[in-house]
């Protein structure tokens, strides 16, 4: 039986070509292995597009506005505000709830699982309401998609999930009397908990130079725009400065600002609907997996 595999929407033009040649060799998979000179032939092409828009569409990303939700959905807006994980994810930067449009966003993430877009699609309907793009882009039901869980050795556990928003929150110090349901060896001192999860998954854009940067949410904006839906609810975080971008950006952004605020014209959403920019690839099915090791020492020191 051949393994599973999932198509990805992969957004190449502006990337160096070794890292294009180093994911269609490495990533994709075919009936045979795919040719570097038609690749390299390939990603000329695309680049030439890319740099030509530099010029055609100069500023297109530039004065990006943030809109009013419409009054029907305020009901809504005030839910996610009372929402406990919202205003966690949201305490150093604070959020304001706009309304954006998707083809003037600045794309930040260059591959999107197509799979994971027909699921979304599926669930969303040919005709989804104004009330159920809302909810698609910042779900405040926060539903939890399967995963499995178990002990692996001594002092290691492992999380494993279809949905690759697993990830390690964050870890905490524990009073014991916020611990239930657990029969101690011995009086408890305190507990060390690792927190493994899901992102807030809410649909969000930092504002910087005049610009929003899509930050999270990239499957649900491509699933929205697939359905013809042009402008969507995003969180908008409004940043001083590129400093700002450690404390929230993600790891795309910090590693090459430049690309995203300092090009005439930056990779945008609505790239990933340009065959000239945009292609295809065929990659093996993966899924997510968190690993926790932990480590204890017991000294007596003077």
């Known amino acids: ?37 038609q690749l390299a032939e390939e990603w000329r092409g695309a680049n030439a597009h890319f740099q030509n828009l530099q010029q055609t569409e100069a500023g297109w990303a530039d004065g990006a506005a943030v809109g009013s939700i419409p009054r029907a959905l305020e009901p809504l807006i005030r839910q996610v505000a009372a929402d406990a994980i919202f205003r966690r994810s949201f305490s150093a930067v604070p959020g304001e709830i706009g309304m954006v449009e998707l083809d003037r966003v600045v794309a930040s993430q260059k591959s999107i699982n197509l799979s994971h877009v027909e699921r979304l699609k599926a669930e969303l309907g040919p005709n989804p309401t104004a009330e159920a793009v809302f909810r698609a882009s910042l779900p405040f039901d926060h539903p939890v998609p399967e995963y499995r869980s178990g002990r692996v050795g001594k002092d290691s556990y492992v999380f494993v999930s279809e949905s690759n928003d697993l990830r390690f929150l964050e ?7 916020q611990l239930t349901d ?6 408890l001192a305190g507990v060390v908990g690792v927190m493994v999860g899901y992102g807030s998954n809410f649909l969000n854009c930092l504002a910087l130079e005049r610009r929003l940067v899509l930050n999270n949410g990239f499957h649900r904006a491509y699933a929205l725009r697939a359905l013809g839906v042009t402008h969507v609810p995003c969180v908008v975080q409004r940043l001083s400065t590129r400093g700002d971008l ?33 292609r295809t690839v065929c990659r093996r099915h993966r899924t997510r997996q968190v690993r926790v090791t932990f480590t204890v020492e017991e000294l007596d020191v003077p």
């Open 246 to 278: 450690e404390s929230v950006g993600r790891p795309a952004i910090r590693r090459d600002p430049d690309t995203f605020f300092g090009l005439a014209r930056p990779p945008v959403m609505k790239d990933f609907f340009d065959p000239r920019l945009s």
């Open 171 to 177: 870890s905490v110090l524990l009073p014991p009397e």
């Open 182 to 187: 657990y029969r101690p060896l011995g009086p």
């Open 1 to 37: 039986m051949p393994a599973p595999t999932d198509d990805y929407a992969y957004l190449y033009a502006h990337v160096p070509l070794n890292d294009f040649l180093n994911y269609m060799t490495e990533q994709s998979v075919g009936p045979s292995a795919p040719d570097a000179r």
